[in-house]
Structures are given as C-alpha cells and as structure tokens.
C-alpha cells in the first residue's frame, strides 16, 4: 500500500477546499428584489457512522485495490484504514491535528492542516474531507457569498464563484441529494470532478447514502481517479471506538 494513497484523497480534498480562499474586499453587490431560489439538499445526520467497502486507485505511477474501512464521530473525527491483507495505513483525523500511520514503511506522520494546505498550495479543512466522504452538500464560505440557483426538471444546479475557483453542485431533487460536484481552477485548469452513485437508505431514518463514490482529479495536467464502493453502512448502531497508536521503533515522517 502506498503512502500515494493518502495523498491522492487529500489532493482531492485540497481543490475542493480551495473555493475557502480568502476574498479581496470588493463592491458590494447590487441588492436583488427577487427571492433566492432554496438549495433543497439535505445531508446525512448521525452520531457515529461505520463503513466497510473497497478502494480502487488509479493515479499516476500507481494502480491499486484495497479493503476500506471508515468511521466517523460527525463533526470530530475521522478514522480511515486501508489494506490488502497487512494493513498499509491508517489515518486518525481531527479539527485540528491529522495522524497517519504507514505500517509497511514504519513510518508517521502527526501534524496540523497547515502543513498539508502548504504542500497542496490550497487551505484543507476538517469540514471538506467530512464533506467528500458522506456526499453532503457544501455550502459558499463566506456565507455572504450567492450562489446562482437553478432547476431543471429533477435537477438542481447549485454553481458559485470564488477568486478564480468555479464550484458547481448538481441535486437530485427526489432524492434531495448531491449527485455530483464539479470544482475547477480557471487560472491552473486544476479540475475535481466527485459524482455519488448507488443510494441506499440506511436505517434507522431511511437517509439516503450514495454508497458509490467516483472522484477525478486532474492536478498541473496528471489525472487521477479513485473509486470507493461500499458494501456495508451503518449509522448509530454502536458507539465507536478510534484506535491508533504510534508503534516503538517507526520514524517519524517528514
């Protein structure tokens, strides 16, 4: 299992953070008499989600499948583990520290987001990479920020623009869900392309959970895809526990 891996999700995660870029003050807007239309997405609720599936990766220098196993405690933490029999890495993600383990290295890595927004050029957020793995709808930051709102027939386009980066989100109206996000970088080309497939309700609510999830990215020209397709979802069955520990001996990374 490469240590790619992990990088590729984050590089992924990077460009759809990197509509949170800080604006230049600007004009005030002229004030509309007409009503916004409402984004009608709903995201997942729950306390703790648990999902096993696999993962399939395909970037450059690197193709690979694996066993993936994620559980989150929504809005604190993150646990990710990947592996082909031996376990190739494990990731402990919190608001505001990012652990990754790589067993077959004897390597780690401990540090904060700024140190991964330096490396990818582009702010990454707790937030964002919660947001990639459940599907859920990802609103303009800054708040003041209008996006343009349109329906066509079970379709909503949400699309805003923020310094450069152009987001577009598509719903599906019966579902009430994100189908697919579009984010591209005009001045790189840089392009980030996420559609959720599959919708399972999951219990005991009945929410609807893209249970196929198909991430593109294209990063100063190089392509990038990787598949996650779970078989197993389960929200609020059990209060989870998040293990991870620094074994004696590995180094720490860089």
């Known amino acids: 299992m490469s240590k790619r891996f992990p990088l590729a999700v984050f590089c992924a995660v990077a460009l759809l953070s990197g509509c949170q870029r800080k604006l230049a003050p600007t004009a005030a807007p002229p004030v509309s008499t007409k009503a916004p239309e409402t984004v009608k997405a709903t995201n997942?609720?729950?306390?703790?989600?648990?999902?096993?599936?696999k993962v399939n990766i395909d970037v450059p220098g690197l193709q690979q499948a694996a066993n993936?196993?994620?559980?989150?405690?929504?809005?604190?933490?993150?646990?990710?583990?990947?592996?082909?029999?031996?376990?190739?890495?494990?990731a402990y993600i919190t608001r505001d520290s990012v652990k990754v383990l790589f067993p077959l290295q004897r390597q780690y890595y401990v540090g904060d987001y700024a140190y991964l927004s330096q490396l990818l050029n582009v702010p990454v957020t707790f937030e964002r990479v919660q947001a990639l793995l459940l599907g859920d709808y990802l609103p303009a930051s800054p708040p003041n920020v209008q996006p343009t709102v349109s329906t066509e027939g079970d379709q909503q386009r949400v699309q805003y623009e923020q310094q450069g980066i152009l987001v577009q989100q598509l719903i599906d109206l019966p579902k009430k869900r994100v189908q697919?996000?579009?984010?591209?970088?005009?001045?790189?080309?840089?392009?980030?392309?996420?559609?959720?497939t599959d919708f399972q309700p999951l219990e005991?609510?009945?929410?609807?959970?893209?249970?196929?999830?198909?991430?593109?990215?294209t990063q100063k020209g190089a392509p990038a895809t990787v598949v996650v397709t779970y078989r197993n979802v389960d929200?609020?069955?059990?209060?989870?526990?998040?293990?991870?520990?620094?074994?004696?001996?590995?180094?720490?990374k860089k």
């Open 68 to 90: 993936l196993n994620v559980r989150i405690r929504k809005d604190s933490v993150i646990w990710l583990s990947a592996s082909l029999g031996i376990e190739g890495f494990r």
């Open 44 to 53: 997942v609720e729950f306390r703790y989600l648990k999902a096993k599936g």
């Open 180 to 196: 697919q996000l579009n984010v591209q970088e005009q001045a790189t080309q840089n392009t980030l392309n996420i559609e959720y």
């Open 235 to 252: 929200l609020d069955k059990e209060r989870l526990s998040f293990p991870f520990s620094v074994p004696k001996g590995y180094a720490r």
């Open 204 to 217: 005991p609510r009945n929410q609807l959970f893209g249970h196929t999830t198909t991430l593109k990215t």
